[in-house]
Nanobody, 123 residues
Framework: VQLQASGGGLVQAGGSLRLSCAAS????????MGWFRQAPGKEREFVAA????????DYADSVKGRFTISRDNAKNTAYLGMNSLKPEDTAVYYC?????????????????WGQGTQVTVSS
């Protein structure tokens, strides 16, 4: 399984970014896709998840209304659209995949991980 995250960068507060996660080596439609982030000195935390078909989504309260998770099953790719970015959104963002535990926000339930992409929001 390979998850390749991309799209991170440096943006000013209030700006937008779109992250992508290209998946290979797995049956994409059999996996829930999630995004997590880890800021320096902090634990990795859940950001958002999208169900197998894309019909259901789940968001951390800190990003609800600003971030949008989606997926394109024809392209084996998941996305995280991020608007109204804040300095506290600065972190390495990881995409992850798991098969069965819809609604779980635990890193331990996600068995496959990408390498991470840095998002830096300046004030």
């Amino acid at each position: 399984v390979q998850l390749q995250a991309s799209g991170g960068g440096l943006v000013q507060a209030g700006g937008s970014l779109r992250l992508s996660c290209a998946a290979s080596g797995l049956i994409f439609t059999s996996h829930i896709m999630g995004w997590f982030r880890q800021a320096p000195g902090k634990e990795r935390e859940f950001v958002a998840a999208v169900s197998w078909s894309g019909g259901s989504t789940d968001y951390a309260d800190s990003v609800k209304g600003r971030f949008t998770i989606s997926r394109d099953n024809a392209k084996n790719t998941a996305y995280l659209g991020m608007n109204s970015l804040k300095p506290e959104d600065t972190a390495v963002y990881y995409c992850a995949a798991q098969r069965t535990a819809w609604g779980s926000r635990r890193t331990a339930d996600f068995g496959s991980w990408g390498q991470g992409t840095q998002v830096t929001v300046s004030s």
